[in-house]
């Protein structure tokens, strides 16, 4: 049973930043592509980054040249570092195996002020 468990969220004025970690537990992590979703009230769950089990890592259009994915395989982490946020950031962000998915966890909550 794999668990996630994100974490690193809080409120932010623009132009701060904030690094969310997520630790997967009971998972083959080394060789798993892994990614950070979002989800803004009222839209669909979107697609932030992706790190492949090699350290791969490709970037919506939207956060790219701002946030960096990261990982550790020891650690079975995942980490997003946030940079000049925006108010279109808040979001509840989430990690995840891109394919299969897994069990969704709780996520952690992102709001940045104007």
């Known amino acids: 049973q794999v668990q996630l468990v994100e974490s690193g969220g809080g409120l932010v004025q623009a132009g701060g930043s904030l690094r969310l970690s997520c630790a997967a537990s009971g998972s083959i992590f080394s060789i798993e592509s892994m990614a950070w979703y979002r989800q803004a009230p009222g839209k669909q769950r979107e697609l932030v980054a992706t790190i492949t089990g090699g350290g791969t890592t490709v970037y919506a259009d939207s956060v790219k040249g701002r946030f960096t994915i990261s990982r550790d395989n020891a650690k079975k982490t995942v980490s997003l570092q946030m940079n000049s946020l925006k108010p279109e950031d808040t979001a509840v962000y989430y990690c995840?195996?891109?394919?299969?998915?897994?069990?969704w966890g709780q996520g952690t909550q992102v709001t940045v002020s104007s």
């Open positions: 995840n195996r891109i394919s299969p998915k897994y069990v």
